[in-house]
């Protein structure tokens, strides 16, 4: 089974500031890797997938990069909506899997 | 609009078994990839199973924490999506969501752009 590490798994940040979170699979998933967002008490949405598409709707200050086994989530400058828990999955493979996420908070 | 309403959570006992069901509106149903995705208080998000399109073979893949207990189906004439789980353990305490790609998913049907609200499910005696 593919294990999905996140670092860190949380951080403290300023708004105005560039973010970056990363993910490693514990063997190469290509670029079938997905980035979502989860506030508090709601279901989570997805902001990139196939490692660095952003989904429609999401802004611009997110992007994503990466291919086999290591990826990267980059806020270019961080937003007050943008305080959550980001979370990293690939779909290569059966079980899919997340990372154990980031909670990104105001410093 | 696409929606996705889970129903049947709530409060079970251990090692009884619970029922949860996924509506589906708003785009063809029996054409999508459907996922179970469960959230324990406090914790990450983590992949329960999956269902593919009937036309994808409606085979069936399962997370090692659940599998032997848990079965997921659906019914494309009333676009739900069901999942059952039995022998419920304290650990199973979760809100559970079906998430989807939605039809037409191409060669990656595993990245989720459409949500339901979830259902909690409590297990406690």
């Known amino acids: 089974d593919i294990q999905m590490t996140q670092s860190p798994s949380s951080l403290s940040a300023s708004v105005g500031d560039r973010v970056t979170i990363t993910c490693r699979a514990s063997?190469?998933?290509?670029?079938?890797l997905n980035w979502y967002q989860q506030k508090p008490g709601k279901a989570p949405t997805l902001l990139i997938y196939a490692a660095s598409n952003l989904q429609s709707g999401v802004p611009s200050r997110f992007s994503g990069s990466g291919s086999g086994t290591d990826f990267a989530l980059t806020i270019s400058s961080l937003q007050s909506e943008d305080f959550a828990t980001y979370y990293c999955?690939?779909?290569?493979?059966?079980?899919?899997?997340f990372g154990g996420g980031t909670k990104v908070g105001i410093k | 609009e696409v929606q996705l309403v889970e129903s049947g959570g709530g409060l079970e006992k251990p090692g009884g078994s619970l029922r949860l069901s996924c509506l589906v509106s708003g785009f063809t149903f029996s054409h999508a990839w459907m996922s179970w995705v469960r959230q324990a208080p406090g914790k990450g998000l983590e992949w329960v199973g999956r269902?593919?399109?009937?036309?994808?073979?409606?085979?069936?893949d399962y997370a090692a924490p659940v599998r032997g207990r848990i079965t997921i189906s659906r019914d494309d004439s009333k676009n739900t999506l069901f999942l059952e789980l039995d022998y419920l353990k304290i650990e199973d305490t979760a809100v559970y969501y079906c998430?989807?790609?939605?039809?037409?998913?191409?060669?990656?049907?595993?990245?989720?752009?459409?949500w339901g609200l979830g259902s909690l499910v409590t297990v406690s005696s």
């Open positions: 063997q190469s998933i290509s670029r079938y």
């Open positions: 998430a989807t790609a939605g039809p037409h998913c191409g060669g990656d049907c595993g990245r989720w752009g459409y």
């Open positions: 999955q690939q779909s290569y493979s059966s079980p899919l899997a």
């Open positions: 269902i593919r399109s009937k036309g994808d073979g409606g085979s069936t």
